[in-house]
């Protein structure tokens, strides 16, 4: 089945999927191997975390002549900026307006200095923000009529009023003079190109920005700059390249505090290339220095024997033949902690040959963010704790502890849900959450069946999605179309693939907030529904009517409003 995807809304935002590798075993010492499978699993402990606070930037302002039917069609102001170790994934905070069409809302920022994403009715404009507050004015009268129908007050304001002019005359002019397809055999030649792309760019902003701004020079140019690093190694990725050493200076990683868009899709491109592009190591397996260290901090109650043996061991003693068995019971008595601790250090192993420290500081924070759709919290919480006091740049920290404390908010209902579960049916399923219900199926129930009886005489919108990107921004979505329908005219139901972990599925319906019957087949009740829909790329939706009968197989997904305005009157009429 193919993955839908989603378009993005500017030249600064390029975002992409990148797929973790599986990671495997480890080993005790150089001529020595601990027989043990280490398959990644889930782990049993969940620590407490700190969570370093973050700066805010307060957003308000005010929606000139606003009327009734702008308030209907579009009742709130959205801000979203992302995370550099999670840039598929933005944060977004939304603002109702007020009935003078006045809003604010406060937004956490992690780098001093960062690009937002302003989004209200059919305005999309990014600006810079920092602690404090950026002030924001749209006339209502000239949302389709003006080009820059749109204000900035506060901080960086003539910076901010600058490049919405310039944004726009950008994107005009980039769709009069679009790029050129690039073909180029190897990963040297493909950079000339890109950079010469990138340059033609660059030669417009000065040809247009004649007034010198300094600070709008670095924001265009590094976003630029940002822009053609990640298409580059994208490209290094699809074509399994490695980066050529005489442009290795010109590609690297920009650490600085100014932080854009552009510049997280070039870092989650620099992990896509480094996880396509990286050998993985001829022995895979840890160092008995580094399983001793684990069992040392892992392991409790150690006799005194055996901890200053283990100590031996880190500070690189050689282990013994006869003590493998020794040091395979010590670390059964934590083995599913310490597969997944071992994962890790795996994982920093296998860069740490092949990138600079810099590279690899970023890679060790980028596991966490890598692994969020695919373990349940409890084993992210455990990484979290592992890794965390590693990382040397404190924005990778900041970052680390915002995707932690996001990812944390629901803890206390997950953990309520663990035990209700079980004794959920679809006739009688738990809600974790006001007007959000989890049941259990048992294996080769015929769902279908029952959900017809289940909803029979009310319309159904079917949302089947996967655990990847695509699957989880359309469980998101849901909420939105929703609420823009007639209140309850449509029951929502969301049907998981079989190939999602339990628990990982149940925290992803909590996460979503995503209203409605949420529930997860096994594999047999998953080919019966691809073949029953027709299922043929995912996410997929269906729509019944009260009959039980296919309004439209291959329904629009929650975020599709063209497709929705087409089927609307046939649905609500």
Not at 78 to 86: E, F, S
Not at 117 to 140: D, S
Not at 333 to 340: G, I, M, P, S, V
Not at 561 to 572: L, T
Request: a positive charge; one cysteine or more.
């Amino acid at each position: 089945m193919n993955k839908r995807n989603k378009a993005t809304l500017s030249f600064y935002k390029h975002l992409h999927r990148i797929v973790l590798p599986e990671i495997s075993f480890f080993r005790p010492c150089l001529q020595l191997r601990l027989l043990l499978l280490l398959l990644i699993a889930s782990g049993t402990l969940f620590f407490s975390s700190s969570y370093a606070q973050t700066d805010t930037l307060t957003v308000r302002g005010k929606i000139e002549n606003l009327t009734v039917r702008l308030y209907r069609q579009a009742p709130e102001v959205t801000v979203a900026r992302v995370n550099i170790l999670q840039s598929n994934r933005e944060i977004v905070r939304a603002a109702q307006l007020q009935p003078d069409g006045s809003f604010e809302l406060k937004m956490p920022l992690v780098y001093p200095l960062e690009e937002c994403y302003l989004t209200y009715a059919n305005v999309v404009m990014p600006f810079l923000g920092e602690k404090g507050t950026v002030e924001i004015t749209l006339n209502g009268d000239s949302l389709t009529k003006s080009e820059v129908p749109i204000r900035f007050g506060g901080i960086y304001a003539t910076t901010n009023n600058r490049h919405a002019h310039f944004y726009v005359a950008f994107n005009k002019w980039l769709k009069a003079n679009p790029e050129k397809p690039i073909k180029a055999a190897t990963g040297f030649l493909f950079w000339e190109k890109v950079a010469q792309e990138r340059d033609r760019k660059i030669d417009f902003y000065r040809t247009y920005q004649t007034v010198k701004d300094t600070l709008l020079d670095k924001w265009v140019i590094s976003s630029l700059n940002d822009a053609a690093k990640a298409r580059f190694y994208s490209y290094l990725s699809q074509e399994k390249q490695k980066l050529p050493l005489a442009i290795s200076a010109s590609t690297e990683l920009d650490t600085n505090r100014f932080f854009t868009f552009a510049k997280a899709d070039s870092y989650r491109q620099f992990t896509n290339y480094a996880i396509a592009t990286t050998p993985n190591l001829p022995e895979s397996s840890l160092p008995v220095n580094t399983l001793a260290r684990l069992i040392l901090q892992y392991v409790p109650n150690i006799s005194t024997t055996d901890s200053l043996k283990l100590v031996g061991y880190v500070q690189g003693e050689t282990a013994k033949m006869r003590e493998l068995r020794w040091l395979s019971n010590l670390f059964n008595q934590k083995e599913d902690t310490l597969r997944l601790i071992a994962a890790y250090e795996l994982y920093t192993r296998k860069f740490d040959a092949a990138h600079s420290a810099k590279e690899l500081d970023y890679l060790k924070a980028a596991f966490y963010a890598e692994n969020i759709n695919n373990f349940a919290l409890k084993n992210l919480t455990l990484w979290y704790n592992h890794l965390r006091p590693g990382l040397k740049n404190p924005y990778y920290v900041r970052s680390l502890d915002e995707l932690h404390h996001i990812e944390s908010l629901d803890s206390a209902v997950i953990r309520a849900v663990e035990s209700k579960i079980e004794a959920a049916t679809l006739n009688d399923p738990t809600e974790v959450l006001p007007g959000i219900f989890l049941t259990n199926i048992p294996p080769f129930l015929d769902v279908w069946s029952q959900l017809k009886r289940k909803f029979k005489g009310k319309i159904v919108y079917f949302l089947f999605w996967t655990n990847d990107e695509w699957g989880r921004r359309a469980l998101a979505e849901a909420n939105a179309l929703r609420a823009s329908l007639p209140p309850n005219s449509v029951e929502f139901v969301y049907v998981s693939e079989y190939k999602t972990n339990d628990d990982v599925w149940r925290e992803a319906a909590i996460k979503s907030r995503s209203r409605g019957l949420h529930l997860k087949l096994d594999e047999s009740q998953n080919d019966y529904f691809v073949a029953e829909w027709a299922v043929t790329q995912v996410p997929y939706a269906v729509l019944m009517d009260a009959n039980g009968k296919y309004i439209r197989r291959n329904a629009p997904l929650p975020a599709d409003r063209e497709g929705w305005s087409k089927i609307w009157n046939k649905v609500f009429n």
